[in-house]
């Protein structure tokens, strides 16, 4: 249905459809249903705050990681984003040290999977908007953002993207 609307990508793992009762493996399913119909997909990780304080954050992304792909997927399809779900919509981002060990343990973890000579794409999106957006200048290993409500009113994500390159 979405390749007939011309649909090129698919957004897999968002934390909501996770809160709903989306399992990897469910997950894993999708992804597979996707390549199959040629989509590229845009796969969702984050660790909610309450992981976040335990210190579980990398354990929570390498175990959404690996029970959500398998070795065969063709990594070039795939694009990663890094949404902590207890930033999404409210307006609270990690700190950029944190961002910045965070994307460097997804890419690093993905190489070490799928031993890959071109590492994956990592995007951000958790409360991306006009005002932060230019913080995240700073991380040279983000490959990009997938913004969220932001990017339901032109003028907002027209100022992001001026903002970005300010």
């Known amino acids: 249905m979405l ?4 649909a090129e990508y698919i957004i897999l793992g968002h934390s909501e459809n996770r809160m709903e009762g989306e399992t990897n493996q469910l997950i894993k399913k999708k992804i597979i249903s996707a390549l199959n119909q040629k989509l590229n997909i845009i796969l969702c990780i984050g660790e909610t705050y309450k992981e ?3 210190g579980k ?7 959404q ?3 959500s792909l398998e070795i065969n997927f063709n990594i070039n399809k795939i694009l990663f984003a890094y ?6 919509g409210t307006n609270k981002i990690p700190k950029i040290s944190e961002l910045k060990k965070n994307i460097k343990f997804i890419k690093n973890d993905l190489k070490k999977i799928f031993k890959a000579k071109k590492i994956p794409k990592v995007l951000y999106g958790g409360s991306v908007n006009p005002k932060n957006i230019r913080l995240f200048t700073s991380i040279p290993d983000l490959d990009g953002f997938l913004v969220g409500g932001a990017s339901q009113s032109a003028k907002k994500f027209i ?4 903002n970005y390159y300010k």
């Open 3 to 6: 390749k007939k609307v011309g």
């Open 52 to 54: 976040k304080n335990k």
């Open 57 to 63: 954050t990398f354990l929570i992304l390498k175990k």
């Open 65 to 67: 990681i690996k029970q």
């Open 83 to 88: 949404e902590p779900v207890w930033s999404i």
């Open 159 to 162: 100022a992001i993207i001026k």
